[in-house]
């Protein structure tokens, strides 16, 4: 019985162990990345006579098939295996026998990990590259297609100053293309250090040509101390600095969708395809995408603080902790994909109810920046002007009139030279129209925003 007992546990024992050092569950998805890798290594190995021709051609096919079979779904990767690298050289060694074997020779796994990682996030950065512009593209047609709307713009919450609508969400596509060049140039730093070739961590005994390796790869360079070849994760933890702020950039424009979408503002309509009810409320249409992004944006942060944590008392050069730097990345980058995936065509889709932000910047005395500017131009310094503007918000707030309203009788109670045409001075119009200096919210500035962004998705090439 105790023998029974005995065994069974330690079976159990072994068993968890086992799963908890295997990477296999989450590693599986650099197949390519690990196949790719190992071609290249083998037909280095061959050039530099290590391997001969025919085993180079023996590893090369056999691990085509491997690829293929994976891909059409004949190969089932083994979950019982320890990573996806233990994985490929294992089912290379029973297709072709022992030469699979050499295929490790002056390799390490810790190099070949280092690559991988390095290749994935290669692909998945140009495919969240890909989609930035999209979002960007998108931004840029809702700023065309609503360039007339008025709106008013806020700071503290408060409203400030009128300005056009397109200048407001145009500002979302700035950001994003920020976000699209650190990530770019995240990944020429990536590309231009080749770990592989670094071997365990001090290099080999062979006579390799790891230049050859990274130029194959699509590397610009390899990486000049074969410890830190293997022992850097930088470029993860920048490229999750770099998601991190665009995810930021998602969630602070979810906020405004979110509040936009209330009944407090309805200044926009999101498309039913894009919103959810209520299981008892029948009335509500919540905005949950825009919530969902703005809550996994934690997640996101959460994934770049797991990777720093774990890295931070490591000693040189590879260490077991390492291998958690994979499910922080790969969490990263699915929810930056998936919330892009969303985001998008939300935006896309949804309608601007023009007249309610017309309405909306109508009160609060939007204006009250180009009264004064109106009494400074007629030679008044600007904070006599501000004084007397704030008079006369306080003297409308009390009488339950807007700056418009005020009867130029009054206006001239408080200063003599205010004349009739102080009206269209502070038509909520005018006021935007007239800002005419670079950059601000004018008709000009918003058309040399539209034209250089379309400039930059040109030179893309995203259409
Ligand atoms: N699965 C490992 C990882 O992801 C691969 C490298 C293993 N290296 C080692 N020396 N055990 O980090």
């Known amino acids: 019985m105790d023998k029974m007992w005995a065994g069974r546990f330690e079976k159990a024992l072994n068993k968890e162990a086992d799963d908890f050092n295997s990477s296999i569950h989450f590693d599986s ?113 809702k700023a065309e297609e609503y360039k007339d709307a008025i709106m008013p713009g806020y700071t503290h919450l408060q409203r400030a100053q009128p300005i056009s609508f397109a200048h ?19 990944l020429k730093r990536m590309m231009s250090q080749s770990p592989i070739g670094s071997c365990a961590l001090a ?3 062979y006579n390799t040509d790891r230049v050859f390796e990274a130029e194959r790869l699509g590397f610009s360079g390899i990486s000049l101390n074969s410890i830190d070849g293997v022992s850097d994760r930088d470029f993860c933890l920048e490229l999750m600095s770099d998601f991190s702020i665009l995810m930021m950039h998602l969630s602070r424009f979810s906020e405004e969708i979110i509040l936009w979408s209330s009944w407090e503002f309805k200044f926009i309509e999101l498309d039913d395809s894009y919103t959810t009810g209520s299981s008892i409320m029948p009335q509500k249409k919540n905005p949950d995408m825009a919530e969902l992004v703005r809550g996994k944006t934690g997640r996101v942060y959460g994934d770049l603080m797991a ?119 502070i038509s909520l119009e005018t006021c ?6 670079a950059g601000g919210t004018g008709p000009e500035s918003v058309k040399a925003q539209i034209e250089y962004l379309t400039e930059f998705l040109n030179e893309k090439d995203i259409h």
Not at 58 to 70: F, H, P, Q, T, V
Not at 107 to 122: F, G
């Open 307 to 425: 990777l720093l944590t774990t890295l931070k008392g490591l000693p040189l050069a590879y260490n077991k902790d390492m291998q958690e730097d994979k499910e922080a990345i790969f969490d990263a980058v699915d929810t930056v994909k998936m919330c892009l995936g969303v985001f998008t065509p939300m935006i896309a889709t949804m309608t601007v109810l023009k007249d309610n932000m017309y309405k909306a910047a109508g009160k609060g005395f939007i204006n009250a920046t180009d009264l004064a500017d109106y009494l400074v131009k007629k030679g008044m310094p600007f904070r006599t002007a501000y004084k007397h503007v704030g008079e006369i918000v306080a003297y409308c707030i009390k009488e339950n009139l807007v700056l418009e309203t005020l009867p130029i009788e009054k206006y001239k109670e408080f200063d003599a030279s205010f004349q009739e045409d102080l009206y269209n001075e």
């Open 168 to 186: 407001h969400i145009l500002s979302y596509a700035f950001m994003l293309k920020r976000d699209y060049e650190r990530i770019s140039d995240a």
């Open 29 to 141: 998805r650099m197949y390519k990345q690990d196949i790719t890798g190992s071609m290249v290594h083998a037909m280095m190995l061959s050039r530099q006579g290590i391997i001969s021709k025919s085993e180079y051609k023996e590893i090369l096919n056999g691990l085509s098939g491997i690829l293929e079979d994976i891909e059409s779904g004949k190969l089932q990767i083994d979950m019982e295996a320890e990573d996806i690298h233990m994985f490929v050289e294992s089912e290379l060694t029973k297709r072709i026998g022992d030469t699979g074997k050499k295929l490790h020779t002056a390799r390490s796994r810790n190099d070949q990990v280092a690559l991988d990682i390095r290749l994935y996030m290669l692909q998945e950065c140009e495919a969240i590259g890909g989609q930035i512009l999209s979002l960007i593209e998108v931004i840029k047609d």
């Open 432 to 437: 935007v129209e007239k800002r005419i200096s």
């Open 203 to 205: 290099g080999t005994t």
